[in-house]
Structures are given as structure tokens and as C-alpha cells.
């Protein structure tokens, strides 16, 4: 236990660590609306003071200020599509206690953890399946964040921290009003997603869960709430299904989500936005995909009343850091599938932009497609979308056009990290859309 741990959270040390971190992830305001600019000359002029209030026990948190980010699926809810908000928070405080309650930790907690990530998580769950364990008890906590116990997260830290000062300055945290739309929210219970010490609870939390799954000897992964349990047999699942239930519902306090968690293959189920088959290869969750077209078609909007280029650089950005998350999926054939339809979305943006006939023949024309094709496509009559499918729109906007203007493909993002891109085990799982 160690006793003195206010001393640490409190070093000018700590304190830059922690600026670091906001500056890297570009923080949202809190309530005050200080931005992360704003905020190196304000930790420069009252460095002294907020070490001091630390130390003496004065400090008090400011309101959290609420917002609210899309729920993707969900019952009642289309594949892809939001069916309520779940509630985040902001605020500048962002000292926490990591490096003491870190090294404390299971093996096989990955979420927020450093030098761990999902891409570890799922290296590990790929391992279990390829040694047999093939059947996964795939648990959901309904409203993890909002149903956190204060009572039960203060027990846990009591275990690792004799401070009381620093017991005391978290319980503030917690119990931290949120400022929603323009009202103050009191909190009894929960803690706001983006809250600074919302990951360190989550793992805080469920290291419980995490101790009595190693004492029994599962092999499991959990990232944050997402916990999944891999087991020999359906008969074993539905065991530690119904054990594990009881311990979160029970000891914990937790509430688990009947109808989104299940005892199934892994094939039949998604883990950090993948799927698992049979012999341990990874492919893209259908539903991962189905939200990748929904975000390209919001980006490629033939209305939105900007440059071809805008549209292609913004494509670009948010591809890349989609195709670097699932580059161990297989995924090369669907990868080309959305590259095609992704260039036949913006054949359709570019022929809009032409708007009048004579526009849109010049367009071809100065493309290389032979006058009277050109004619024949301007005079058609046909909407965007079917002209943009045609031989002659192909024709005149190649690949090679796509190149030129700086469109980034998936897949060849996809096999230039891999370096695989024509290997047997980058087939995929046809997605539903």
C-alpha cells in the first residue's frame, strides 16, 4: 500500500505528464472554456496554488461539463445507426493515480492501459481460438458508466491507497455535478464517459472480475466493459455465463445485458469491431463495415457544397486511421469492394458539379471519352447516382484519375501495412448493408 501517494499525484512531474496528455488529445474545454492554448499559461501562473490546495485537502473539482456522443446500434435500433446518446463529460482536471494502481492490474486488461491496446487484446483472443477455446462468453454491462458505485469504486482504492487526501479529492471527482444545458446535474452514481477517471474506474472496477476469472483459470480479455470469456464448449460457456453473471449483478453492483450478451461461436460474435473464424483469423464485423459506408456517405454528400479536393482530403483522413485500426483483419476483397463504390460516389459528386449539359460533356470530353459518348451521357436524363455507374463516367474518371487527385485506396493502405496484400488469409466476410 503505498501512503504517501498525494506527494506523487501532486509533482510538478505528474502535473506535466498530464498536460501532455490533453495537448496530445486535444481536449475539449470544460465549464471555465479554457482550451489546451489557454491552458500552458494557466498552469505557468497558479502551478504553486494547485499544489498547495492538492497537498492541504482544499481542492475541489470544477463541474463536468456534459455533452453527449452517438450510441451506434443498439436494440430497437437499424445496424449502423444511433438509438440514443450515451453521456460524456469534459473538464480541464486531469491528474490521476494510474502509475500507482496500474501495475496492479490482469494481464489480460487491455483498455487504457499503457503500452496495451485493443490490437493486443485481440492478438491474445486470436491465440485462445487457435488453441481450441472457440466458444466465447461475450458479456455486455448495460450502462457501465452510469451505474459505477461511489461506495464500491472508494472500497476498491482504499486497497492500494492510505492517502486520505487523495481519497478524499477522487470522491469529489465522482461526485462532481454535471453542467448540461445550462442546468446543474447532481451525480449520485456513474461517472461521465471522457471523465478523466472514468478508464482508471472501469479497470478499478472490474479488476475484481479479473482476479476471480484468473483464480478459476478462464482465459478471457477485457478491454474497459467489454469482457469476453473464451471456453471448450457450449455447456462450459453457459456455466461461466451464469457464475459471472451472478458476481457482477451481485458483488459489484453491475447490471449485465441479457439481450446483447450471449454464449456462442466466436464466428457469430464481434470483440473491438472484429470477428473471429474458426481458426483464429480476424475479418471485419459486419457492423463495423456497414458503419465505415455510413460515415464515407456522410463525407461524400453530393450536397454539401465542397471542393472535389476538400471531399477527397477529408476521405483521406478519416480512411487512414480506419484502415490502420483494422489492418490485421482479413479484408483485402471487401477493401477493394469499397474502393470501387467509393469512386463511383465521387464520379457522382464531380458530375453534379458540372450541373448543365454542355458542362458535363466538355467534362467527358476533356476526359477522353469520344465526343458523341459524351453527348449521349449529358442528354441521357438519368439521376447522379445512375449516371455515375456508366462506361462512360468510368471512362472518363479511371482509377488513375483517382490517383491523380489524391485518393487514398483502402486496400492498398490495407496491404502496404501488411505487406500482404495478395496472401490467401486477406479474404473476408461478405458484410450485410
Keep these: 500500500m503505498t501512503r504517501y501517494v498525494m506527494e506523487e499525484v501532486a509533482s510538478s512531474a505528474n502535473l506535466n505528464q498530464a498536460y501532455k496528455r490533453v495537448k496530445a488529445n486535444k481536449g475539449a474545454p470544460g465549464v471555465d472554456g479554457m482550451t489546451v492554448p489557454d491552458l500552458r499559461d494557466w498552469i505557468a501562473g497558479n502551478r504553486e496554488r494547485l499544489i498547495a490546495s492538492l497537498l ?96 464500491i469504486v472508494m472500497a476498491r482504492l ?20 454535471m453542467l448540461s444545458g445550462g442546468v446543474h446535474v447532481e451525480r449520485q452514481e456513474g461517472t461521465p464517459q471522457g471523465g478523466p477517471l472514468s478508464p482508471l474506474i472501469a479497470n478499478l472496477i472490474l479488476d475484481d472480475l479479473d482476479k476471480e476469472l484468473e483464480r478459476r483459470g478462464h482465459r478471457f480479455c477485457r478491454y474497459a466493459d467489454d469482457c469476453n470469456i473464451y471456453v471448450r464448449s457450449q455447456a462450459a460457456g453457459e456455466r461461466v455465463m451464469a457464475s459471472v453473471t451472478a458476481l457482477l449483478e451481485g458483488k459489484l453492483r453491475l447490471r449485465v445485458n441479457q439481450a446483447k450478451s450471449a454464449v456462442a461461436h466466436v464466428r457469430e460474435r464481434t470483440f473491438l ?12 464485423a459486419n457492423k463495423s463495415l456497414t458503419r465505415l459506408k455510413e460515415r464515407l456517405r456522410a463525407i461524400t454528400r453530393r450536397n454539401r457544397g465542397i471542393s472535389l479536393a476538400a471531399m477527397i482530403a ?30 463511383r460516389k ?65 486496400a492498398l493502405q490495407h496491404a502496404a501495412l501488411n505487406r500482404t496484400g495478395n496472401r490467401r488469409d486477406t479474404q473476408y466476410v461478405r458484410p450485410v448493408v
Design 273 to 284: 469491431g472484429h470477428r473471429l473464424t474458426a481458426g483464429g483469423f480476424l475479418s471485419i
Design 314 to 343: 477529408q476521405t483521406n483522413a478519416f480512411t487512414t486511421g480506419w484502415v490502420t485500426y483494422y489492418r490485421h483483419a482479413r479484408a483485402q476483397t471487401v477493401l477493394r469492394e469499397i474502393d470501387s463504390w467509393l469512386r
Design 56 to 151: 492541504d485537502g482544499t481542492y475541489r473539482p470544477s463541474l463536468v461539463r456534459g455533452v453527449e456522443i452517438p450510441k451506434p446500434g443498439g436494440k430497437g435500433a437499424p445496424a449502423g445507426h444511433s438509438d440514443g446518446c450515451r453521456p460524456a463529460g469534459t473538464t480541464g482536471d486531469t491528474a490521476s493515480p494510474d502509475p500507482v494502481l496500474d501495475p496492479t492490474f490482469s494481464a489480460s486488461s487491455f483498455g487504457f492501459r499503457p503500452g496495451r491496446g485493443a490490437h493486443d487484446a485481440l492478438r491474445q483472443a486470436r491465440d485462445y481460438v487457435r488453441d481450441g477455446y472457440a466458444i466465447v462468453v461475450d458479456l455486455d454491462l448495460e450502462k457501465f458508466f452510469d451505474r459505477v458505485n461511489h461506495d
Design 346 to 410: 465521387l464520379r457522382c459528386v464531380r458530375l453534379k458539379q458540372c450541373k448543365r449539359t454542355m458542362t458535363i460533356a466538355t467534362f467527358l470530353r476533356e476526359n477522353g471519352v469520344p465526343e458523341w459518348q459524351a453527348w449521349i451521357f449529358a442528354l441521357s436524363g438519368k439521376g447522379w447516382w445512375r449516371l455515375s455507374g456508366s462506361p462512360q463516367a468510368a471512362h472518363g474518371m479511371p482509377n488513375a484519375w483517382f490517383d491523380q487527385a489524391g485518393l487514398s485506396s483502402l
Design 158 to 177: 482504499a486497497r492500494h491507497i492510505a492517502d486520505p487526501r487523495l481519497l478524499v479529492i477522487i470522491r469529489r471527482f465522482l461526485q462532481a455535478g
